[in-house]
């Protein structure tokens, strides 16, 4: 019986598909021994930022930033804008504290121009700041030099003997928030949010302790209550007399059933308490003013204003720590 014939394999010529598979195979083993000698020597494959801003967001940590002094928990940094502030900050700190520094920073900067719609490339910013644990980064001293203004602003972190909160003072002294005359707080933490602060926000936002009293800022009359509660929580909604204008107290500790839609309230009467319903993160107070046409109403308009100045004493140990966080906010990169 006659053997089948097989095409024999030449030495010199194997067959196409033979050559492709020891090409195959060569090129996989190749591969493999880089992998190992790679793995062996601890090195790790380096991610691609997925944009410019994440590039920047890609930035030296916080543990990196340029202390202030020696063991100090204090850090600075100094951005020149050439973009959006946040990716700004994160650049210069860290994606993990950059955005919560961000919105301490807006908190001062809103007092000087729009955010975002006055900040321009080429603004300047120096802060000495501290990273704190559970809590936002608490910001010592900011300068801000604004083209839109053309001016360079400065605030310092100050807690003046016998008040009960510590706050943002302008150079000479004098507070940086402005305070409201017949407003609804005789006082507070801080202002956390303001129409002009990019947040499309309706009303002043004021960082106080669940309990605190809540004045009328008019005489008036009480026409709604705890309305939309899962967003407002307990609310109240308040008709000047005369019909010009309402106000709206939203987040509120539970409201006492005698305060109901017809009660008439006088300017200065405490009608409710600050507290932490409905979609709110934190207790605080929001406070809205409104036309009659419902159009948003600015408190800082509608109101007198003032600044309380430091005098004597505080005065004097305010402007010693002044000149001291000047010193740190100049030494910034």
Known sequence: MT?????????????????????????????????????GKGSQPKELPASPEAAEAAAPSAEDAPEVEPNSPLRRLHVVLNGPLESAIISASDSQVGPALTQVLVRA??????????LMRGDELWVVYEV???????????????????????????HAKEER????????GTELELRLVDG?????????????????????????????????????MVVRKNWNFRSNG???????TGGRRRCLFLHLEELPSSMRPGQA???????????????????????????????????????????????????????????H????LEGAP
């Open 165 to 172: 909160y510590a706050r943002f003072y302008l150079p000479e």
């Open 265 to 323: 309230v006088k300017k200065g009467q405490v009608v409710a308490h600050s507290g932490n319903s409905g979609r709110s993160f934190a207790p605080h107070l929001h406070y809205q003013l409104m036309d009659e046409s419902n159009r948003v109403l600015n408190p800082l308009k509608e109101h007198k204003t003032f600044q309380r100045q430091l005098k004597g004493d505080n005065l004097a140990a305010f402007e010693t720590e002044r000149e």
């Open 3 to 39: 053997s089948p014939k097989y095409p024999q394999l030449s030495a010199a010529s194997p067959p196409r598909r033979l050559k492709a598979l020891l090409i195959v195979g060569a090129v996989a083993g190749l591969a493999m021994l880089f992998i190992f000698l790679s793995a």
């Open 132 to 158: 704190r644990e559970n809590a936002d980064p608490l910001v010592y001293a900011v300068r801000f030099a604004s083209k839109r203004t053309g001016k360079t602003h400065e605030a310092f972190w100050f």
């Open 109 to 118: 900067l809103v007092w000087w121009v729009d955010i975002p719609r006055h």
């Open 184 to 220: 609804p707080l005789e006082d507070w933490e801080q202002i956390t949010s303001l129409l002009n602060d990019g947040r499309g926000h309706q009303g002043v936002d004021y960082k106080v302790p669940s309990g605190t009293p809540v004045k009328s800022p008019f005489d008036g």
């Open 234 to 240: 307990y609310s109240l909604e308040i008709l000047e």
């Open 325 to 328: 966080l000047q010193k740190l």
